[in-house]
């Protein structure tokens, strides 16, 4: 798969099958680069409170119990959020509904500085907590731009970099504090800190809405079906774009343009287009657009139900909650067990999150990798592979949590997998219902939040026994993994047809 091309390759359909990192190219990198540093935006916004919380709980005298209690506040709001964006994407775009999450969000993160008790804290997180559902417009645009052999790779980039915004807010809002506090008293540094975040989400919703394009063809309203070309299936075309031109060159007698502006498509014999169809059986609908709203509620009841959707709840709830939950105490472990002061408990904690940087885009590439090879089923064993890797890691932590240096070690790894195991994951999420895919997206990245709700609980109830939660959390992933990747069935394909192909 190339990362650095120099040309962008398109299927049929104008999506790209190639990447072009080094590039803010119109429309699919800077999409893409729209996409993840939205999300991350979103992030260290949505996860600047906890790395403060120590400052706040002392100014406030919010008691522990308070504290856990907003941790799962914070997530409970996504839930709803998540829900609700999945069609928002279907009906405006995701460039609308990315600015939109991040516009809103801005202002009760900027608000913080005005907490003065528990209850006030519970409000803010719960509305801040809506930041939490930009990552369903960043999976939603990269399913837009990008072709179905790569959406992995595309999805776990925008997903997997903007996660990091979990453990950049864990470095960059300690500093930011320590910094105000030479100018400010420290009664007012931690209410003046928040104002940063909260004008990077304004910054980044004005750039997605001015300078991104929702689809290769442009703005979500005129943006033509998928019949509406004429390049067929067969086509054998190889026609390239490049960052500083997207034009596609056209042949004297054309007879089909997918375009809008920057990019034009033609028929057979163009050179560089890529027919992604016949390298997989794996396929990408059109997904369904401008349902009214009793229809669309009707269709998101009959999505919720099905099967396939259910065991990827399960599956993402457990690998996408773990990290929601962890993040809010992982800097707290250190600082209670090893007796580390706030801010070098939290530079470590800061570990977890900065390792999405890698951990969840190699998710979606091998399962990109073992789709090429495997097709579904291929996808499908990806998933169990790493999730039980997430389990024993998980477990391994449990008993590990005796000295600094092995806690730290055994964090990376189950880090990884964790993290690894979102990318899996949602690489699967748009082949289950296609013509769907806003309201799948919306139902699996709630279950994320609901699992992250969920785990904050039991982190809560079991207080300091910390080895006790994650050996829990293990023994959990375990079971969710071999149960369901045994029952998952996507596009008629099962991982029982690895062994037994009818």
Same mark, same amino acid.
């Not at 919703?205 to 290769?216: H, K």
């Not at 997918?258 to 890529?274: N, R």
């Given at each position: 798969?190339?990362?650095?091309?120099?040309?962008?390759?398109?299927?049929?359909?104008?999506?790209?099958?190639?990447?072009?990192?080094?590039?803010?190219?119109?429309?699919?990198?800077?999409?893409?680069?729209?996409?993840?540093?939205?999300?991350?935006?979103?992030?260290?916004?949505?996860?600047?409170?906890?790395?403060?919380?120590?400052?706040?709980?002392? =100014?406030?005298?919010?008691?522990?119990?308070?504290?856990?209690?907003?941790?799962?506040?914070?997530?409970?709001?996504?839930?709803?959020?998540?829900?609700?964006?999945?069609?928002?994407?279907?009906?405006?775009?995701?460039?609308?509904?990315?600015?939109?999450?991040?516009?809103?969000?801005?202002?009760?993160?900027?608000?913080?500085?005005?907490?003065?008790?528990?209850?006030?804290?519970?409000?803010?997180?719960?509305?801040?907590?809506?930041?939490?559902?930009?990552?369903?417009?960043?999976?939603?645009?990269?399913?837009?731009?990008? =072709?179905?052999?790569?959406?992995?790779?595309?999805?776990?980039?925008?997903?997997?970099?903007?996660?990091?915004?979990?453990?950049?807010?864990?470095?960059?809002?300690?500093?930011?504090? !320590?910094?105000?506090?030479?100018?400010?008293?420290?009664?007012?540094?931690?209410?003046?800190?928040?104002?940063?975040?909260?004008?990077?989400?304004?910054?980044?919703?004005? #750039?997605?809405?001015?300078?991104?394009?929702?689809?290769?063809?442009? !703005?979500?309203?005129?943006?033509?079906?998928?019949?509406?070309?004429?390049?067929?299936?067969?086509?054998?075309?190889?026609?390239?774009?490049?960052?500083?031109?997207?034009?596609?060159?056209?042949?004297?007698?054309?007879?089909?343009?997918?375009?809008?502006?920057?990019?034009?498509?033609?028929? !057979?014999?163009? $050179?560089?287009?890529?027919?992604?169809?016949?390298?997989?059986?794996? #396929?990408? =609908?059109?997904?369904?657009? !401008?349902?009214?709203?009793?229809? $669309?509620?009707?269709?998101?009841?009959? *999505?919720? *139900?099905?099967?396939? *959707?259910?065991?990827?709840?399960?599956?993402?709830?457990?690998?996408?909650?773990?990290?929601?939950?962890?993040?809010?105490?992982?800097?707290?472990?250190?600082?209670?067990?090893?007796?580390?002061?706030?801010?070098?408990? $939290?530079?470590?904690?800061?570990?977890?999150?900065?390792?999405?940087?890698?951990?969840?885009?190699?998710?979606?590439?091998?399962?990109?990798?073992?789709?090429?090879?495997?097709?579904?089923?291929?996808?499908?064993?990806?998933?169990?592979?790493?999730?039980?890797?997430?389990?024993?890691?998980?477990?391994?932590?449990?008993?590990?949590?005796?000295?600094?240096?092995?806690?730290?070690?055994?964090?990376?790894?189950?880090?990884?997998?964790?993290?690894?195991?979102?990318?899996?994951?949602?690489?699967? *999420?748009?082949?289950?219902?296609?013509?769907?895919?806003?309201?799948?997206?919306?139902?699996?990245?709630?279950?994320?939040?609901?699992?992250?709700?969920?785990?904050?609980?039991?982190?809560?109830?079991?207080?300091?026994?910390?080895?006790?939660?994650?050996?829990?959390?293990?023994?959990?992933?375990?079971?969710?993994?071999?149960?369901?990747?045994?029952?998952?069935?996507?596009?008629?394909?099962?991982?029982?047809?690895?062994?037994?192909?009818?």
């Amino acid at each position: 798969m190339q990362f650095f091309a120099k040309s962008i390759l398109l299927d049929q359909y104008g999506r790209a099958t190639n990447f072009r990192l080094h590039s803010l190219g119109y429309p699919h990198m800077r999409a893409l680069h729209l996409g993840w540093i939205s999300f991350m935006v979103a992030v260290l916004a949505w996860y600047s409170i906890p790395p403060i919380m120590p400052h706040i709980a002392a =100014a406030l005298k919010i008691s522990a119990a308070d504290v856990n209690n907003s941790n799962v506040v914070a997530v409970s709001a996504t839930i709803l959020a998540r829900i609700v964006t999945g069609p928002l994407c279907e009906r405006f775009g995701p460039r609308r509904v990315m600015a939109g999450l991040l516009f809103a969000g801005s202002i009760p993160c900027a608000m913080t500085g005005l907490l003065k008790n528990a209850s006030g804290l519970f409000g803010l997180r719960f509305a801040i907590g809506i930041l939490g559902a930009t990552f369903i417009p960043s999976q939603f645009w990269a399913t837009q731009m990008f =072709a179905p052999s790569v959406i992995g790779t595309a999805s776990a980039f925008t997903g997997g970099w903007g996660d990091m915004g979990g453990g950049v807010t864990y470095l960059i809002m300690p500093a930011i504090h !320590d910094g105000l506090r030479r100018y400010l008293p420290e009664s007012k540094a931690w209410r003046v800190v928040f104002v940063i975040p909260a004008g990077i989400c304004i910054l980044a919703a004005l #750039t997605v809405l001015l300078s991104g394009a929702d689809t290769p063809q442009g !703005d979500w309203f005129q943006r033509p079906t998928q019949k509406d070309t004429s390049i067929e299936k067969d086509t054998n075309a190889t026609s390239t774009i490049t960052e500083k031109d997207t034009s596609i060159a056209k042949d004297t007698n054309p007879t089909s343009i997918i375009t809008e502006k920057d990019i034009s498509a033609a028929e !057979d014999g163009v $050179a560089g287009f890529q027919n992604d169809d016949d390298d997989d059986d794996e #396929t990408i =609908a059109e997904v369904k657009r !401008d349902e009214p709203p009793l229809v $669309a509620l009707a269709s998101w009841f009959k *999505v919720l *139900v099905k099967l396939p *959707v259910l065991i990827i709840v399960c599956i993402y709830g457990c690998s996408f909650g773990a990290e929601l939950a962890i993040n809010n105490i992982i800097g707290e472990i250190f600082q209670v067990k090893f007796g580390l002061d706030a801010s070098k408990a $939290a530079y470590i904690g800061s570990i977890f999150g900065l390792l999405n940087i890698c951990s969840r885009l190699s998710g979606g590439l091998f399962s990109d990798f073992m789709a090429h090879r495997l097709h579904m089923p291929g996808r499908i064993l990806a998933v169990l592979s790493a999730m039980t890797l997430q389990g024993a890691f998980l477990i391994g932590f449990s008993f590990g949590l005796v000295t600094l240096s092995t806690s730290i070690i055994l964090m990376v790894f189950f880090s990884f997998f964790v993290q690894h195991i979102c990318g899996s994951t949602f690489a699967i *999420v748009p082949f289950i219902d296609p013509v769907n895919n806003g309201k799948v997206m919306g139902i699996v990245g709630a279950s994320g939040s609901l699992g992250g709700l969920i785990f904050n609980l039991m982190f809560r109830e079991l207080g300091a026994q910390y080895d006790r939660a994650f050996l829990y959390l293990g023994c959990i992933s375990l079971g969710a993994a071999i149960i369901g990747c045994s029952l998952l069935r996507v596009q008629n394909k099962t991982i029982w047809h690895l062994f037994h192909n009818p």
